[in-house]
């Protein structure tokens, strides 16, 4: 009896520790990220992604392009790694300028440049496509690196935004 009742505490720790598990499931927030949006330099702003940093450094640097969109000193391309998310239960894979979730997610952030080599240029409707991420650098259907030329932080996201 001792035994059974351990063993169904046990198996009920579990489950609350790793949460329920379906298609439904809310994206969990890890703390001290912070997201912004990412779109085109200029109007209209037709596509848009998810970036989330952690690292002080790069969200200052994320937060004085918002402030001051016209600084020339600022390096202001996102440069990343980018990997398949085919899965709903990620904050970063969202293209909030159309209500839709892409099929990638940037993986890790590498830099903000001043220009990139053309091979990571496009849009984010272009790494949908089979061919980028061995394009770019990668692996085919595992991951690629972005570094698109018309596109920068445009503002923060909160999370109760994402998860809408």
Sequence with gaps: MIKTLITF???????????????????????????????ETVAPQEESFILALTDPDHIGHARKIIEDPDNEQLAKLVTAKVVKQETTASLANRDLLNDRIWTWKVEEFQAFADQTIEILDGRPSDVEKDFWFENSGGVANEYG???FWGYTVKREVSVEELRD
């Design 9 to 39: 505490y046990y198996l009920i720790l579990i489950f609350v520790l790793n949460g329920c598990s379906s298609d439904d499931a809310q994206p969990v927030e890890d703390e001290g990220t912070v997201y912004f949006l990412i779109s």
């Design 145 to 147: 690196f972005i570094g």
